[in-house]
T-cell receptor, first 114, second 115 residues
Framework: KAGVTQTPRYLIKTRGQQVTLSCSPI?????VSWYQQTPGQGLQFLFE???????NKGNFPGRFSGRQFSNSRSEMNVSTLELGDSALYLC?????????????FGPGTRLLVL | AQSVTQLGSHVSVSEGALVLLRCNYS??????LFWYVQYPNQGLQLLLK??????LVKGINGFEAEFKKSETSFHLTKPSAHMSDAAEYFC?????????????FGPGTSLSVIP
C-alpha cells in the first residue's frame, strides 16, 4: 500500500509570508504527527492529530497550527514566517498513535525562508 | 525527564567492518526504544524497536540492538557494513503508555562507509 506522502517537497518563502504543508497518511491510519528537523535543534515534535482532533502539542509558538480532515489527511500552517522556520518538516502516521506503535514517516517538505 | 545521548556525531567504518552506534537514554519509567535511519532527502525509516520482552532486538537490513537496563543503553550493531548503510541514524525513547509528544529523539549519528 502507498506510503506517507507530503506535498510540496520543496518550498521557498520570504519572511512574513505564511505557508501550508500537506500530509496524506497511510490508508487506515488515523494518527498523524508533525516534526520539525533542523541541524541545530534536531527532531522536535510539533503536534499530533487523531480523528480530526489535536491530541498533543509540542513547545512551538502559536504561529504553528494544523488540522486534520475526515479522511485523515493533515495540513500544517506556519504564519508570519521567520528565518528560523527554515527546516525539514516531517509528518508521520500510525494506526492509533500509541507510543509503542511504529510511525511511518513521509519524505518531508524542505522549507527555506529568505 | 527523558533524554537520549548518541556518542559520536559522525562514525566512519570500512566496508565489511562491524558497525557500532551508541545510544544511552534516561527515563524515569520503563522505556520504549527505537532506532531510525534517514537517507539523504528522505524521511525516517524504523530499523527496530524495543517495547517489552526479549532484550536483543533484530531489525531490518541486518541491524540489531540490545536493551541493557543496567547500562541504560540501546546500542545498534551490524556485523558487516555495506556501502548502502551510509546514512543518518537516530535513537529515540518514549515512555510506556504515552503519546508521541513524549518521544525524544537523539541528535543523530552520521555513518560513513569507506570502500
Amino acid at each position: 500500500k502507498a506510503g506517507v506522502t507530503q506535498t510540496p517537497r520543496y518550498l521557498i518563502k520570504t519572511r512574513g509570508q505564511q505557508v501550508t504543508l500537506s500530509c496524506s497518511p497511510i490508508s487506515g491510519h488515523r494518527s498523524v504527527s508533525w516534526y520539525q528537523q533542523t541541524p541545530g535543534q534536531g527532531l522536535q515534535f510539533l503536534f499530533e492529530y487523531f480523528s480530526e482532533t489535536q491530541r498533543n502539542k509540542g513547545n512551538f509558538p502559536g504561529r504553528f497550527s494544523g488540522r486534520q480532515f475526515s479522511n485523515s489527511r493533515s495540513e500544517m500552517n506556519v504564519s508570519t514566517l521567520e528565518l528560523g522556520d527554515s527546516a525539514l518538516y516531517l509528518c508521520a502516521s500510525s494506526s492509533s498513535g500509541g507510543s509503542e506503535e511504529t510511525q511511518y514517516f513521509g519524505p518531508g517538505t524542505r522549507l527555506l525562508v529568505l | 525527564a527523558q533524554s537520549v545521548t548518541q556518542l559520536g556525531s559522525h562514525v566512519s567504518v570500512s566496508e565489511g567492518a562491524l558497525v557500532l552506534l551508541r545510544c544511552n537514554y534516561s527515563s524515569s519509567v520503563p522505556p520504549y526504544l527505537f532506532w531510525y535511519v534517514q537517507y539523504p532527502n528522505q524521511g525516517l525509516q524504523l530499523l527496530l524497536k524495543y517495547t517489552t520482552g526479549a532484550t536483543l532486538v533484530k531489525g531490518i537490513n541486518g541491524f540489531e540492538a540490545e536493551f541493557k537496563k543496567s547500562e541504560t543503553s540501546f546500542h545498534l550493531t551490524k556485523p558487516s557494513a555495506h556501502m548502502s548503510d551510509a546514512a543518518e541514524y537516530f535513537c529515540a525513547v518514549s515512555e510506556m503508555k504515552t503519546s508521541y509528544d513524549k518521544v525524544i529523539f537523539g541528535p543523530g549519528t552520521s555513518l560513513s562507509v569507506i570502500p
